[in-house]
């Protein structure tokens, strides 16, 4: 059985339904007798497909990694297509204790003998597995690893160094539970930091032409130790090599997550941070994709903040940027015109989390030519209420955003000023928004400067009682297809929540509407006619609060599909229907008579995105494969 091909797939039920022979990747079968494009049966011979239509095909498998495992033994074509889907992201949160051993013990077969020998002086034996192993591979599977998890790795190398600790067979079924291992974390630290650089060091090494696209970095320190406080490795900070042939010379993708705690040496990693973003200013020159969390207890970081701002100006063409503000105050006016500038025609998306100084944000992301999505997590404590903004400076300038989301900002002080501004630029290029911060100006704005809203999430916290009147004044006047509303009133006993409160609000949802997303309280014979009092042909519902998850509410929207409105065909709760166990299967089975989809909710009005950075294709340089040894040694 092949170890490096059992470690990657999805489940240990899924693999045992495999016959043993397809473990083996190693060897794919190429013989003539074999190869159906070679056989002497007219009836049997299908055409070979080309690498592009393989790699379209196998694109649909790319999750399935038990599926990918069958596709290895079709051909060679077929098996380098295969691995590239299968080793593009080998640590991940899916990956159990089981494979994590098997993918550790696979990679220890390509250690050079000098950092096998630097293992063994240090007590960490290896198998006769891993000796064994390095004698027959054929492809160097590093080669193909395009996004690397630096904590899930770590995590990965503490499973297998408890396994070696507790167990000498090579049955790696005997692996002990999770709790034991992590009970032993003391004392493997210092083993797992010694491995974890020896072989991530030969990870890059190995990489060779290919080399990594996406890097994620991140730790919590009160869920696992041993990520905590070593993740910014010295593999990083003192990696070798010029621009041009650096490990990280071709990164598109760095997301570096991090918390700093007060009980360890925070002035040493928060050194360690900044070394860190020094030294990547010298190779990585090309990210499309940044994005830097830091939580620090102790508040602001203006030494990370300045080094992460000259990282950021080395960059030829980023195009997502979501960052906290690290620096003071002060400094806002300098380090937004200076990253902003640094990006003014390739920057398209920005998320800016705790900021303190909007004006000297709106006045940056005015330098950007072709900005898509801003987005605005949480608020610096500040009293935004005593600043006002001087409406001549940004007299003439515009933003071009298309969308604009804000989040968690439901408490935050008086903001109104700057979110109106935001949207008097924006003008008629704003399509999407999302609000959770709303007054009475803020909506006479919108309806003034902002005609073109298609996509619209409102949530309302206070004020409860205008909701009717401000909805009324904002919907109608709309071109919307898809509106979201959240009130707050589930621990609300006010009597304003009459019939009639519901229906104002149901009438003013236009017509154009064709996706409904309900997330407030309201009584199932108010919401029967709530849906009655609704122009808008739906399309789909989606049902947010968790007591609608029953066969009441499902019946009041199946009477609806059909009475009122028979081109819904599509209906979302907040869980999954089938799962949970509060709608009969005979109830769910009725329903879909006349309502086609019944499922789980999705996220709605998320940023566009929100979708991770596609790899480049690497089915060009798969046909090319970097092999250990000739591809003549494929056995058969």
């Known amino acids: 059985m092949d170890i490096a091909n059992l470690l990657l797939t999805e489940s240990d039920e899924q693999t045992a339904t495999l016959p043993s022979s397809s473990w083996n990747f190693e060897t794919p079968n190429n013989s003539p007798s074999n190869d159906p494009t ?105 080669d193909y690893i395009r996004t690397f998890d630096l904590k899930h790795f770590r995590l990965s190398m503490l499973h297998w160094i408890c396994y070696l600790q507790n ?36 990870l890059f090494r190995r990489s060779n032409d290919h080399k990594l696209q996406h890097l994620i970095i991140e730790n919590d320190p009160y869920q696992d130790i041993i990520t905590s406080n070593h993740l910014i490795h010295k593999s990083i900070i003192n990696i070798n090599g010029g621009v041009e042939d650096n490990a990280l010379s071709r990164l598109e993708k760095f997301e570096f997550h991090y918390k700093i705690e007060r009980r360890l040496d925070e ?5 360690r941070i900044v070394r860190m973003f020094e030294k990547m200013k010298e190779y990585v020159k090309s990210l499309k994709w940044l994005e ?16 992460l701002m000259e990282f950021i100006e080395g960059q030829r063409k980023m195009e997502v940027l979501g960052i906290h503000e690290f620096w003071m105050r002060e400094e806002s006016e300098m380090i937004y015109e200076r990253i902003c500038k640094s990006q003014q025609n390739s920057l398209k998306h920005v998320r800016f989390c705790e900021s303190c100084n909007f004006k000297e944000l709106i006045k940056g992301l005015n330098e950007c030519n072709n900005l898509v999505t801003l987005e605005i997590l949480r608020l610096f404590k500040y009293d935004y ?26 408490d935050a002080p008086d903001i109104s000023n700057y979110f109106i501004q935001i949207f008097k630029m924006s003008n008629k290029n704003l399509k999407t928004l999302t609000l959770t911060y709303i007054t009475s100006d803020i909506i006479i704005t919108l309806v003034n400067f902002c005609p073109n809203v298609t996509h619209l999430s ?18 109608p006047v709309l071109p919307l297809e898809q509106f979201f509303l959240k009130i707050d009133n589930m621990n609300s006993d006010s009597d304003i929540f009459t019939q009639d409160y519901w229906n104002r609000i149901s009438i003013s949802i236009p017509d154009s509407v064709i996706h409904l997303g309900i997330d407030f309280k309201i009584e199932s014979n108010m919401f029967n006619k709530f849906l009655k009092e609704c122009k808008a042909q ?67 009005n998320k940023p566009f995105y929100d979708i991770k950075l596609s790899v480049p294709n690497v089915k060009d340089q798969v046909l090319t494969p970097s092999l250990s040894y000739k591809v003549g040694s494929i056995k058969t």
Not at 167 to 195: F, G
Not at 292 to 307: D, F, L, M, Q, S
Not at 553 to 580: A, G, H, M
Request: with cysteine; hydrophobic share 35%; net charge neutral.
């Open 292 to 307: 830097v969390n830091i939580k620090y207890e102790g508040g602001r970081i203006p030494k990370i903040g300045k080094a």
């Open 38 to 142: 070679t056989t002497n049966s007219p009836a049997l011979k299908i055409p070979r497909l080309s690498p592009d239509i393989i790699y379209q095909i196998l694109q649909n498998f790319k999750f399935s990694r038990s599926s990918l495992n069958k596709f290895l033994r079709i051909d060679q074509t077929w098996c380098h297509i295969s691995l590239s889907f299968l080793w593009q992201c080998p640590f991940n949160m899916s990956l159990k204790v089981k494979s994590s051993i098997l993918l550790i013990r696979t990679l220890l077969s390509f250690l050079s003998e000098q950092e096998k020998s630097e293992l063994t002086r240090n007590n960490i034996e290896l198998s006769d597995y891993e000796s064994d192993f390095s004698k027959s591979k054929i492809y160097n599977y590093p």
């Open 458 to 475: 409102l949530s309302f916290f206070q004020h409860l009682d205008s909701i009717p009147d401000l909805l009324s004044l904002l919907l």
């Open 538 to 604: 739906l399309r789909t519902i989606s049902l947010f609060q968790g007591y609608m998850l029953n066969r009441h509410y499902l019946q009041l929207i199946v009477q609806y599909t059909k009475n009122c409105n028979q081109l819904l065909n599509e209906l979302r709760f907040s869980w999954n229907p089938d799962e949970i166990g509060f709608i009969s299967n005979s109830n769910l089975g009725d329903a879909k008579e006349f309502i086609k989809i019944i499922d789980k909710v999705e996220s709605f």
């Open 167 to 202: 167990h000498r067979s090579d049955d790696v079924s005997l692996i002990m539970e999770l709790n034991k291992i992590y009970n032993d974390i003391p004392t493997n630290y210092s083993s797992v930091n010694l491995a974890s650089e020896i072989i991530y060091g030969m």
């Open 385 to 410: 209420s005593s600043v006002s903004v001087p409406d001549k400076e940004f007299e003439g300038k515009t933003l071009s955003i298309r969308n604009f989301y804000t989040w968690d900002i439901n």
């Open 267 to 271: 002035d040493l990693l928060i050194n």
